[in-house]
T-cell receptor, first 118, second 113 residues
């Protein structure tokens, strides 16, 4: 079974500063993917970034980067130069091959609420 | 690419009524997921389909919930009878092979009074 833990229910960051959102995971799968999604107050789920378990380099997408430490089973999201529009819920998710069902499934963590302060 | 389309966007119904939520996945995607989001429980995976076949419905809360995917371009989630505790936002998402990234619809906000 897979599990995602996000230990920070809420975070504050000053505008233009960088912020790290924590994510740890547990899986027995050899091959899996880690995702981050943003959910603003309007409610939609926006895909931000993806990291495959066999990718040697940390993923980056614009101001988003994923600090992937496989041995520690962590996949922290780093947002550089925070903007007011970054205020939202952020969800970490893991997708992988479910050996019980022989198919893939994607499980989400509880989320972290980020507030960017002007 | 029209994205994942869910309908209705909002649904208000009385306890005991049947509710049907609809989803059209992205063309070419062969995995479809139904999630429920509440403040208390976060994002819960209810059921997922691969090639129109239900693979894992262990997240479906009880027998009042059922889901179908009659073809590659349409899925429904039905609640019968509905109860106030079913009030939540229901998301449908699709992907290719289920490995993500998942593409989410805008969700259906269900209120059961």
């Amino acid at each position: 079974a897979q599990k995602i833990t996000q230990t920070q229910p809420g975070m504050f960051v000053q505008e233009k500063e960088a912020v790290t959102l924590d994510c740890t995971y547990d899986t027995s799968d050899q091959s899996y993917g880690l995702f981050w999604y943003k959910q603003p107050s309007s409610g939609e789920m926006i895909f931000l970034i993806y990291q495959g378990s066999y990718d040697e380099q940390n993923a980056t997408e614009g101001r988003y980067s994923l600090n992937f430490q496989k041995a520690r089973k962590s996949a922290n999201l780093v947002i550089s130069a925070s903007q007011l529009g970054d205020s939202a819920m952020y969800f970490c998710a893991i997708g992988g091959y479910d050996t019980e069902t022989s198919y893939d499934k994607v499980i989400f963590g509880p989320g972290t609420s980020l507030s960017v302060i002007p | 690419d029209a994205g994942v389309i869910q309908s209705p966007r909002h649904e208000v119904t009385e306890m005991g009524q049947e509710v049907t939520l609809r989803c059209k996945p992205i063309s070419g995607h062969n995995s479809l997921f139904w999630y429920r989001q509440t403040m208390m429980r976060g994002l819960e995976l209810l059921i997922y389909f691969n090639n129109n076949v239900p693979i894992d419905d262990s997240g479906m809360p009880e027998d009042r919930f059922s889901a179908k995917m009659p073809n590659a371009s349409f899925s429904t989630l039905k609640i019968q009878p509905s109860e106030p505790r079913d009030s939540a936002v229901y998301f449908c998402a699709s992907s290719f092979l289920g490995r993500g990234p998942l593409h989410f619809g805008n969700g259906t906000r269900l209120t059961v009074t």
